[in-house]
């Protein structure tokens, strides 16, 4: 069974960091892609950064390029986004999925498991 658990969120003011971590389980963790997406209030949910790990390559969303980073460790199968100049607009409920194809997207729909949400809160 494929689980993906996130973790890592918490409250913190504007401009400071955070580290999420997304274990994962249940898969051959070299064979797929890696996403995180977030859902913000009445919005819907958008890609934030995902990680291929057949060649590491990693894909961001712009609204997070140079303040995101999104990596792994294969030993541990966990994936982790270090969130850096955080601000209130990134205040949102935080989610892993994995996409088996392994070729890596930013589209929601492209993935195929997810897990369940850490929320993030930004304050001003």
């Known amino acids: 069974e494929v689980q993906l658990q996130a973790s890592g969120g918490g409250l913190v003011q504007a401009g400071g960091s955070l580290r999420l971590s997304c274990a994962t389980s249940?898969?051959?963790?070299?064979?797929?892609?890696i996403g995180w997406f977030r859902q913000a209030p009445g919005k819907e949910r958008e890609g934030v950064a995902c990680?291929?790990?057949?060649?590491?390559?990693?894909y961001y969303a712009d609204f997070v390029k140079g303040r995101f980073t999104i990596s792994s460790d294969n030993a541990k199968n966990t994936v982790y986004l270090q969130m850096s100049s955080l601000k209130p607009e990134d205040t949102a409920l935080y989610f892993c999925?994995?996409?088996?194809?392994?070729?890596?997207?930013?589209?929601?729909?492209?993935?195929?498991?997810w897990g369940r949400g850490t929320l993030v809160t930004v304050s001003s």
């Open positions: 999925a994995a996409e088996h194809r392994g070729i890596g997207s930013l589209v929601r729909h492209e993935y195929d498991d």
């Open positions: 249940g898969f051959t963790f070299d064979d797929y892609a």
């Open positions: 990680i291929v790990h057949d060649d590491g390559s990693t």
